[in-house]
Structure formats: structure tokens, C-alpha cells
């Protein structure tokens, strides 16, 4: 089992930057691949990006490629989601999950954290 802790969201203008973090807890954290999740008001949760456990691989949402960037410290227990040239539809409250393997979809991560508001002012 593993517990998630998002931060570093926060208010920011249109073309800025922002690093969030997911803490984990626990020794087996580098066994986990580790997905950000976002959801909008109205809207449904979506895939932002996700990294695997073993590989490291990545993987991103089209409307965040070249501009997000994922990776992990396994010694910190931290996945990091760096933002940069923010949009105002980047406005959500941002999720990490983490599960075995890396997905897209929201059913394939069994643990969540409580998320960290992102918004981006125009």
C-alpha cells in the first residue's frame, strides 16, 4: 500500500510555470508507476501524464506534450510534473496515482491522492 501527497499547485498567469510534486509513502515506493490525473470543474477526470516503475518510461496526454514534463526520484519517494507555458484550460485540480503499471485511464491506478489546485489566469 501506498500513500500519495500532491503539492505545489497554485495561481498562476497564462505562459508560466509550475512544478508539482507527489510524495509517496512507504520503502517500496520505486515499485509503483506513478499517472497524473487532472480534473476541471464540470468535467471529467483525464490523463495528464504518467512514468513507469522499471523503465522509467513516459507517457503524456496530446494537449500537454512538449509542454510538461514527468520524472521521479525514487530516493525522495517523489514524482515531479513540471509545467511550463501554461494555458488557462490547464485549470484543474491536479491527482497522482500509482499503481503496478503505468496507464492512462483512471481504472488502472488503485491509489489516489487528495490533488492540488492549479490555475492559470489569462
Known amino acids: 500500500q501506498v500513500q500519495l501527497v500532491e503539492s505545489g499547485g497554485g495561481l498562476v498567469q497564462a505562459g508560466g510555470s509550475l512544478r508539482l510534486s507527489c510524495a509517496a509513502s512507504g520503502r517500496t515506493f520505486s515499485r509503483y508507476a506513478i499517472g497524473w490525473f487532472r480534473q476541471a470543474p464540470g468535467k471529467e477526470r483525464e490523463f495528464v501524464a504518467a512514468i513507469g516503475r522499471i523503465t522509467g518510461t513516459t507517457y503524456y496526454a496530446d494537449s500537454v506534450k512538449g509542454r510538461f514534463t514527468i520524472s521521479r526520484d525514487n530516493a525522495q519517494n517523489t514524482v515531479y510534473l513540471r509545467m511550463n507555458s501554461l494555458k488557462p484550460e490547464d485549470t484543474a485540480v491536479y491527482y497522482c496515482?500509482?499503481?503496478?503499471?503505468?496507464?492512462?485511464?483512471?481504472?488502472?491506478?488503485?491509489?489516489w491522492g487528495q490533488g492540488t489546485q492549479v490555475t492559470v489566469s489569462s
Open positions: 496515482a500509482a499503481d503496478n503499471l503505468a496507464a492512462t485511464s483512471l481504472e488502472g491506478y488503485e491509489y
